[in-house]
């Protein structure tokens, strides 16, 4: 049972590039989720799906768009990598809001750097 | 949407000392408070968590209260130890058949000293 995990760990961009964050979890969770994670600005989060077939935008979704592949699988797009976007972005997942456990279970990170 | 606030930024206490740390919501909609504890290069991992229909949670070492008419909302570190410093965030949502949005603190370094 690995939980969430995100691909890749670290990754250095050059401004106007392009590239997709991977991640995947096996806790049957319905619904999916990508923060990113700015010194002294908590996690923000970029854009969540509620269940499969469905996305919505988060708070700072600008610069990014998202794709629910299945139950398990919920990547994050970069079309035109900026440097504003340097950060460490977290992917999680949780199972349904009126379920027992609420519990949101994070990646391990994926730290990116556009230069 | 929600806006939440925590104080303080940096803490540090004396090992055995206690620690708290506070967080305000802005939205009284919100039912749900949990709180992450993330280690330098780590992922953030829940310590605690409470509902809006409780007022206080405790597990060992850890407790949270709640006060839902102030809108606000505490952890209590007792008897702290070097493992306990870390980066503590508080977290606010609303749950729903749709999942669970988390609006996060800001954050607090918390440094126990031996």
């Known amino acids: 049972n690995a939980g969430v995990t995100q691909t890749p760990k670290f990754q250095v961009l050059k401004t106007g590039q392009s590239m997709t964050l991977q991640c995947a979890q096996d806790?049957?969770?319905?619904?999916m989720y990508w923060y990113r994670q700015d010194p002294g600005m908590g996690l923000r989060l970029i854009y969540y799906?509620?269940?499969?077939?469905?996305?919505d935008k988060g708070e700072v979704p600008n610069g990014y768009n998202v794709s629910r592949l299945n139950k398990r699988e919920f990547s994050l797009r970069l079309e035109s990598a900026a440097p504003s976007q340097t950060s460490v972005y977290f992917c999680?997942?949780?199972?349904?809001?009126?379920?027992?456990?609420?519990?949101?279970?994070f990646g391990q990170g994926t730290r990116l750097t556009v230069v | 949407g929600e806006n939440v606030e925590q104080h303080p930024s940096t803490l540090s206490v004396q090992e055995g000392d206690s620690a708290v740390i506070k967080c305000t919501y802005s939205?009284?909609?919100?039912?749900?408070f949990p709180w992450y504890k993330q280690e330098l290069g780590k992922r953030p991992q829940l310590i605690i968590d409470i509902r809006s229909n409780v007022g206080e949670k405790k597990d060992q070492r850890i407790a949270v209260t709640l006060n839902k008419t102030a809108k606000h909302f505490s952890l209590h570190i007792t008897e702290t130890q070097p493992e306990d410093s870390a980066v503590y965030f508080c977290?606010?949502?609303?749950?729903?058949?749709?999942?669970?949005?988390?609006?996060f603190g800001t954050g607090t370094q918390l440094k126990v000293e031996l």
């Open positions: 799906s509620a269940s499969e077939g469905t996305t």
């Open positions: 977290a606010a949502s609303i749950l729903t058949g749709g999942g669970n949005k988390l609006t």
């Open positions: 806790m049957n969770h319905n619904s």
């Open positions: 939205d009284s909609a919100s039912n749900y």
């Open positions: 999680a997942s949780s199972d349904r809001g009126h379920s027992m456990n609420t519990e949101a279970f």
